[in-house]
């Protein structure tokens, strides 16, 4: 018989990758601390009733290009979100999250350490401002990308893209001109600033 899904929670917080549960037993306290986890128990896992199951899976190192796709059909947002954020995720993973209706998603992968040029000028486009953020803040972002977030609506955004460590001088310019002083003073504290501009930048509003 299974323990509960509370049990499990708190065994999975003290067991050992050696522990004695069978993934039968206990699949949460197995899939998280296992080391012994086949592609067989992600498959298994990903058709179980419980979210909180299909999620760890989903999320699991050890899922495949197959196993990743189908979790960015499951049903649940927080099963397809965890799927956006797998390591493992390829181009076409994130291209199919970034079309997700559901904003979390398409933020993960805007973010997600994979995600290309075409996926960030995708998610810079994106109606909402949190996934443009996410955009901007990944950092495969480059200078073309932040003078795009350098002209986002939204503060925060700007203020985001003046602190990247990848700007340009170019990049910089622009914000120590943004109208909004937040935008100027992060990217007067951008280390880059002082490399850019040794003596100082007389240009601000």
Do not use: C
Not at 34 to 61: F, G
Not at 67 to 88: E, F, M, T
Not at 121 to 140: C, G, T
Not at 163 to 172: A, G
């Amino acid at each position: 018989m299974a323990l509960s899904k509370e049990h499990q929670n708190f065994i999975s917080r003290f067991a050992k990758p050696d522990l004695h549960y069978s993934f039968e037993d206990a699949p949460i306290v197995y899939l998280e601390k296992s080391n012994k986890i086949t592609k067989e128990h992600i498959d298994k896992a990903l058709d179980d009733e419980s979210y909180k199951i299909r999620l760890i899976a989903a999320s699991h190192p050890i899922a495949n290009s197959e196993q990743i796709y189908k979790a960015l059909n499951d049903k649940s947002i927080d099963v397809r979100q965890a799927a956006a954020s797998n390591i493992n995720a390829t181009k076409e993973h994130l291209d199919k999250a970034l079309d997700d209706k559901n904003t979390w998603i398409r933020s993960e992968a805007a973010k997600h350490p994979n995600a290309t040029k075409e996926h960030i000028d995708k998610a810079l486009d994106d109606i909402d401002m949190i996934v443009r953020h996410s955009a901007i803040n990944n950092p495969n972002a480059i200078a073309e990308h932040l003078d795009k977030g350098l002209n986002d609506t939204h503060l925060g955004n700007r203020v985001m893209a003046a602190k990247h460590p990848n700007v340009t001088k170019e990049n910089l310019l622009k914000a120590l001109n943004d109208a909004k002083s937040l935008v100027r003073d992060a990217a007067v504290k951008n280390p880059k600033y002082r490399e850019y501009f040794p003596n100082g930048h007389k240009g601000l509003i």
